[in-house]
């Protein structure tokens, strides 16, 4: 009687924890930082120096980057609907926003930990010291959240 009662009981329990790790396996946990591959692909024009060094700055703090030369910057910034006074020399998709400019590694991390729901995000201008720009930095930078062409303040560095 006892070693029935002790089969019974290891099948109810094996039974539970392959149920479990099914369920684990099937679900889709909320997306987080950890999940996010780091790609970016960031368009530019062929000759473009500071974003060769911008590139350089995200690949040192981690970024997966895929570089495409375009010859119609205008026309991306049109298609995310990027405000002409929010352009910079480059454009990059983060695979689901956008980011325009030499922006702080800080603020992608934020953009991409928070999930804001907005477009994308900019740095406008090329501000001195930047990442990829050369000089010092000479004020705090201000990047802005980009939601259907409207600008706001999303974070001073």
């Given at each position: 009687?006892?070693?029935?009662?002790?089969?019974?009981?290891?099948?109810?329990?094996?039974?539970?924890?392959?149920?479990?790790?099914?369920?684990?396996?099937?679900?889709?946990?909320?997306?987080?930082?950890?999940?996010?591959?780091?790609?970016?692909?960031?368009?530019?024009?062929?000759?473009?120096?500071?974003c060769e060094q911008?590139?350089?700055?995200?690949?040192?703090?981690?970024?997966?980057?895929?570089?495409?030369?375009?010859?119609?910057?205008?026309?991306?910034?049109?298609?995310?609907?990027?405000?002409?006074?929010?352009?910079?020399?480059?454009?990059?998709?983060?695979?689901?926003?956008?980011?325009?400019?030499?922006?702080?590694?800080?603020?992608?991390?934020?953009?991409?930990?928070?999930?804001?729901?907005?477009?994308?995000?900019?740095?406008?201008?090329?501000?001195?010291?930047?990442?990829?720009?050369?000089?010092?930095?000479?004020?705090?930078?201000?990047?802005?959240?980009?939601?259907?062409?409207?600008?706001?303040?999303?974070?001073?560095?």
């Amino acid at each position: 009687m006892r070693k029935s009662f002790y089969l019974i009981a290891g099948i109810v329990v094996l039974s539970a924890v392959i149920a479990i790790n099914a369920f684990s396996q099937n679900s889709t946990p909320e997306s987080s930082e950890n999940d996010w591959n780091r790609a970016i692909t960031l368009y530019k024009t062929q000759y473009c120096g500071c974003c060769e060094q911008y590139i350089a700055y995200l690949r040192e703090n981690g970024y997966n980057v895929e570089v495409v030369n375009v010859d119609d910057l205008p026309a991306l910034f049109d298609k995310y609907r990027v405000p002409d006074d929010m352009r910079s020399c480059h454009i990059s998709d983060l695979g689901g926003y956008f980011a325009v400019g030499h922006i702080p590694a800080e603020a992608i991390d934020k953009l991409m930990k928070e999930h804001p729901a907005i477009d994308g995000i900019s740095l406008p201008g090329m501000p001195s010291g930047s990442p990829g720009m050369p000089g010092n930095k000479e004020e705090p930078f201000v990047v802005y959240a980009l939601k259907d062409g409207n600008a706001e303040v999303f974070t001073t560095l």
